[in-house]
């Protein structure tokens, strides 16, 4: 199957500061990734979907303002977690949307925030 | 609304007993998709299959299976002879027309005990 990276796959930061999270597409171009937020125990939660030269689509809930997403090219959307809270804290994992006819996508291998 | 439930949160058997994990999923389109993932410790999602809405033929491949039935809205995954390594989070998702979206259920741990 295709690769999607994302880096870095662990960050610690303190209270206040802001986290960028990089999501890749190693083996083709995705003009739409999407960004998914996992709290402990529990399941995983859409938070928008990114399109290359467009602005990222948040769903209900998330604060965009707080979560900016930039999807510069077609192989690199970004995730950057503003004025970071432990509350933040969490395992971020992106996926890149390949094949629209066959809904075919690939997830990323994740990244732990952890906000102290 | 679209919904995906995994009633089971968490199921313990024993080494090569057989297992099912249910899956109920509500949408009103008449195209969906429909996945499981696999969620080891390490995090990362494992990708296991994708059904198309139009697809209601069963598979098989190796230990797993895959039973689904629109009439029940279910879509559900059987491991035969479980082993150790099965152990994980697995995960239930639907996705509806072309938009890519995926709505994940609650998750069920399985543990696979020796």
């Known amino acids: 199957g295709a690769v999607v990276s994302q880096h870095p796959s662990r960050v610690i930061c303190k209270s206040g500061t802001s986290v960028k999270i990089e999501c890749r597409s190693l083996?083709?171009?995705?003009?739409?990734m999407f960004w998914y937020r996992q709290f402990p125990k529990q399941s995983l939660m859409l938070m928008a979907t990114?399109?290359?030269?467009?602005?990222?689509?948040?769903e209900q809930g998330v604060e965009k303002d707080k979560f900016l997403i930039n999807h510069a090219s077609l192989t690199l959307s970004t995730l950057t977690v503003t004025s970071a809270h432990p509350e933040d804290s969490s395992f971020y994992i992106c996926?890149?949307?390949?094949?629209?006819?066959?809904?075919?996508?690939?997830f990323g291998p994740g990244t732990r925030l952890t906000v102290l | 609304a679209q919904k995906v439930t995994q009633a089971q949160t968490e199921i313990s058997v024993v080494e090569k007993e057989d297992v099912t994990l249910d899956c109920v999923y509500e949408?009103?389109?008449?195209?969906?998709?429909l996945f499981w993932y696999k969620q080891p410790p390490s995090g990362e999602l494992v990708f296991l299959i994708r059904?198309?809405?139009?697809?209601?033929q069963n598979e098989i491949s190796g230990r797993y299976s895959w039973n689904f039935q629109k009439s029940t809205s279910s879509f559900n995954f059987t491991i035969t002879a479980s082993q150790v390594v099965d152990s994980a989070v697995y995960f239930c998702?639907?996705?509806?027309?072309?938009?890519?979206?995926?709505?994940f259920g609650q998750g069920t741990t399985l543990q696979v005990k020796p």
């Open positions: 949408t009103r389109d008449t195209t969906y998709y």
């Open positions: 996926s890149a949307f390949r094949d629209t006819s066959y809904n075919e996508q690939f």
């Open positions: 990114s399109n290359e030269g467009s602005k990222a689509t948040y």
């Open positions: 998702a639907l996705s509806s027309g072309n938009t890519g979206k995926l709505i």
């Open positions: 059904r198309n809405s139009f697809d209601e």
């Open positions: 083996d083709f171009q995705a003009t739409t």
